[in-house]
């Protein structure tokens, strides 16, 4: 085997690496995966990468997955998330994505699905599971639709010859309200991103 950083003990280990700091930066994350890289390859030149032994050894002196993880998060002033039940985590993207259909509720639906988009986006932020990013974003989205459903509003009543309609009403709430489906599109690939890793680590 010509590139120690080919052998399976090795891939393995910066493939956990990788899993675990998936909250941080991509730039980061490559930086220290390039680095850890490095360490390997300086490290195994002076020895044999084929054997198994000797790889273990210098896996060993890096340090686990988890604490290198923990550390560059914590280096970062972040902390590993921790995966949630799948019941609360289900419960938080189910209110993220119940604005839409309650727009449909004759008379009160936009403020049910108001104050269902700022019930998530409280359960998020108190949730230990998606990083303080993670967070910022998700309550930027489920909390749009407060400035957005307005705009959109001012946009359907100028576009149509009869000011604004209930279908018009209608259509700009359904636009005022999508950067809630994103939000709940992307916390639940991150906490499926985390469940994996944690079964994997």
Not at 44 to 58: G, K, M, Y
Not at 93 to 117: E, F, N
Not at 161 to 177: D, E, H, K, R, Y
Not at 178 to 197: D, I, K, M, W
């Amino acid at each position: 085997m010509n590139n120690p950083i080919e052998h399976p003990l090795v891939r393995a280990h910066l493939d956990a690496v990788d899993r675990y700091t998936s909250p941080l930066p991509a730039e980061r994350r490559r930086e220290l995966l390039a680095d850890l890289r490095e360490h390997v390859e300086i490290a195994l030149a002076e020895c044999d990468p084929a054997d198994e032994n000797a790889v273990r050894q210098v896996l060993d002196r890096l340090g686990s997955p988890r604490r290198i993880a923990d550390a560059a998060l914590a280096e970062e002033g972040g902390t590993r998330p921790e995966p949630e039940t799948g019941r609360r985590t289900n419960l938080t993207l189910l209110l993220a994505v119940l604005p839409m259909p309650l727009l449909l509720v004759p008379a009160i639906g936009p403020l049910l699905a108001l104050i269902t988009a700022v019930v998530a986006a409280i359960r998020v932020a108190k949730s230990a599971q998606w990083t303080r990013r993670e967070k910022r974003q998700a309550a930027l989205l489920l909390l749009s639709p407060i400035l957005l459903t307005p705009v959109a509003a001012a946009v359907v009543a100028v576009a149509s010859t009869s000011g604004l309609s209930p279908a018009g009403v209608l259509t700009a709430c359904a636009i005022g309200f999508c950067p809630t489906l994103l939000a709940a599109l992307r916390l639940s690939r991150s906490a499926a991103r985390l469940r994996s890793a944690a079964l994997a680590g």
